[in-house]
């Protein structure tokens, strides 16, 4: 009698085709029965709508079907809650071990003794102290487990404190809630736990600034020459567009998912086919403001994407419920990026649009690095604070090779009566591009219509060009011209 054991041993040769693990150790097989010969099971994907469920369910049928007694399978296929793709975060590069406290120093009294980790320029340990520098020296043999460089060479070894034989030392995160903080503290513990001197090791977690993860970024293509595996990139997508435009922004809240909407559907009344790729997959939006809603079709290993008009849409959003948090990283976050940008059936496109997150987290970070002959086009509201932060996105461009396209300065200015006021000063954006020596686009004012007309996904844009639409119409056809100066960062 065939087991549910022995259809997973059966099962455990086979990987995920984009994960390469075993879809067995990786969680993705469950609810397995059998009944007189017929086997049922469930595989959980996850991420959904990905275009390899189909041949990995026939790779399934055909392994299970090998087996003495099977004549029949049936597949149900489900979606991984998002606890169930931590857990596949955490397999894909070792769990931590069980009972481990992941701020475990945050309060140790030799936390009052900490002083920073003092390395020499070229990233060795520059202590002169024995006892810290003997700390620094485990620090540098603990790797990143995704990354896969010392966190030393990194900077993400921030102090050290000592307090006798009580030590505890901070690390920077490259970002808040990372799933595989367990495993670094453990790791971290069992070199400094190699010291005969050492009765108590404590891990306290900080996060890293933009500046500093740009660092990381650095450091990674130096040291490896190439991006680490969560920034990866196989994409070839010189078919896809004419023009490739990535909007971004340093801060959110500038209205830049608004300024791509209607952009689009500028151009797209232009006379152009466009597309709309909706990027930010924490905080998705394109579809509420482009009232495009549905499931999308896969078909051919190939996601279908959704219209209106001349654009083309396709979001996280059209996968999970609008209020569904999306807390992934690392290959979890490619795959999906991976997915919109490859295995989209974007048909013809003159411009692909790319609603990007706010600032240069990951998903910034693995577009910027997939798309390097990509244009980027900064969104920034007039105020110092916004333009200061859209300027270190800027900075972006010079790591990854895109090309800078120019500054569009949102919210400029609230029209009563004829008069222009500028809430949020003025004259912002312009200095921004001045600075970066790119070209200033336009700038669209703050009005309650525009507001409403995205919420209700209707932007105002779709109606052709008028008096209220003029300013991003005014900015489409700037960025439509032929003669737009497009400079390399």
């Keep these: 009698m065939i087991s549910a054991n022995d259809v997973q041993a059966a099962l455990k040769p086979v990987n995920d085709p984009e994960l390469k693990q075993s879809i067995v150790d990786l969680g993705m097989v469950s609810d397995?029965?059998?009944?007189?010969?017929?086997?049922?099971?469930?595989?959980?994907?996850?991420?959904?709508g990905s275009p390899g469920e189909a041949s990995l369910c026939e790779t399934i049928k055909n392994t299970v079907t090998a087996l003495d007694g099977i004549t029949e399978v049936t597949i149900s296929t489900a979606t991984m809650s998002d606890a169930e793709r931590m857990d596949l975060a955490n397999s894909l590069h070792g769990r931590p071990a069980e009972g481990e406290t992941a701020n475990s120093g945050a309060n140790s009294p030799a936390m009052?003794?900490?002083?920073?980790?003092?390395?020499?320029?070229?990233?060795?340990?520059?202590?002169?102290d024995t006892k810290?520098?003997?700390?620094?020296?485990?620090?540098?043999?603990?790797?990143?487990?995704?990354?896969?460089?010392?966190?030393?060479?990194?900077?993400?070894?921030?102090?050290?404190?000592?307090?006798?034989?009580?030590?505890?030392?901070?690390?920077?995160?490259?970002?808040?809630?990372c799933p595989l903080k367990d495993k670094i503290t453990n790791d971290i513990g069992q070199e400094i736990d190699k010291l005969k001197w050492v009765n108590s090791v404590g891990v306290a977690f900080?996060?890293?600034?933009?500046?500093?993860?740009?660092?990381?970024?650095?450091?990674?293509?130096?040291?490896?020459?190439?991006?680490?595996?969560?920034?990866?990139?196989?994409?070839?997508?010189?078919?896809?567009?004419k023009r490739i435009i990535t909007?971004?922004?340093?801060?959110?809240?500038?209205?830049?998912?608004?300024?791509?909407?209607?952009?689009?559907?500028?151009?797209?009344?232009?006379?152009?086919?466009?597309?709309?790729?909706?990027?930010?997959?924490?905080?998705?939006?394109?579809?509420?403001?482009?009232?495009?809603h549905g499931q999308p079709k896969v078909e051919n290993d190939r996601i279908e994407p959704l219209s209106k008009g001349n654009v083309q849409v396709m979001s996280m959003g059209y996968f999970i419920d609008e209020d569904s948090p999306v807390i992934w990283r690392g290959p979890l976050l490619h795959k999906a990026i991976n997915q919109f940008l490859a295995d989209v059936?974007?048909?013809?496109?003159?411009?692909?649009?790319?609603?990007?997150?706010?600032?240069?987290?990951?998903?910034?970070?693995?577009?910027?690095?997939?798309?390097?002959?990509?244009?980027?086009?900064?969104?920034?509201?007039?105020?110092?604070?916004?333009?200061?932060?859209?300027?270190?996105?800027?900075?972006?461009?010079?790591?990854t090779k895109l090309k800078l396209l120019g500054v569009v300065e949102n919210m400029s200015f609230l029209e009563i009566d004829g008069v222009k006021h500028r809430i949020f000063g003025e004259g912002g954006g312009r200095e921004l591009a001045e600075r970066l020596q790119i070209p200033f686009l336009g700038e669209a004012p703050l009005h309650q219509e525009i507001r409403e007309r995205a919420d209700s996904?209707?932007?105002?844009?779709?109606?052709?060009?008028?008096?209220?639409?003029?300013?991003?119409?005014?900015?489409?056809?700037?960025?439509?011209?032929?003669?737009?100066?497009?400079?390399?960062?």
Aim: glycine share 8%; with cysteine; hydrophobic share 40%.
């Design 206 to 241: 900080g996060v890293m600034s933009e500046e500093q993860r740009q660092n990381v970024a650095t450091i990674i293509q130096k040291a490896q020459g190439q991006e680490p595996p969560a920034w990866k990139h196989e994409i070839k997508l010189t078919d896809i567009a």
């Design 132 to 177: 810290r520098r003997e700390i620094a020296e485990a620090l540098s043999k603990v790797e990143d487990p995704e990354i896969h460089l010392p966190l030393t060479t990194l900077g993400m070894a921030k102090s050290i404190g000592i307090d006798g034989g009580d030590v505890v030392v901070e690390i920077l995160l490259t970002v808040p809630g």
């Design 345 to 399: 059936n974007w048909s013809e496109l003159d411009y692909l649009l790319i609603d990007l997150p706010p600032g240069t987290g990951d998903v910034t970070l693995t577009i910027a690095q997939a798309l390097p002959s990509a244009e980027m086009l900064i969104v920034t509201t007039p105020q110092p604070v916004a333009t200061h932060v859209a300027g270190r996105v800027a900075k972006l461009a010079e790591r």
């Design 457 to 489: 996904g209707n932007p105002i844009t779709a109606d052709g060009k008028t008096e209220l639409s003029k300013a991003y119409f005014e900015i489409a056809e700037k960025i439509a011209q032929k003669d737009v100066a497009v400079i390399s960062a």
């Design 247 to 292: 909007v971004c922004s340093g801060k959110g809240g500038v209205g830049k998912s608004t300024t791509t909407t209607n952009l689009a559907f500028a151009l797209a009344s232009l006379g152009h086919q466009v597309g709309l790729l909706d990027a930010d997959v924490y905080g998705f939006s394109i579809p509420r403001m482009t009232g495009i």
């Design 32 to 48: 397995i029965s059998i009944t007189n010969g017929n086997v049922s099971l469930t595989l959980k994907m996850p991420l959904p």
């Design 112 to 128: 009052k003794n900490a002083q920073p980790v003092a390395l020499n320029d070229d990233g060795s340990i520059a202590e002169t």
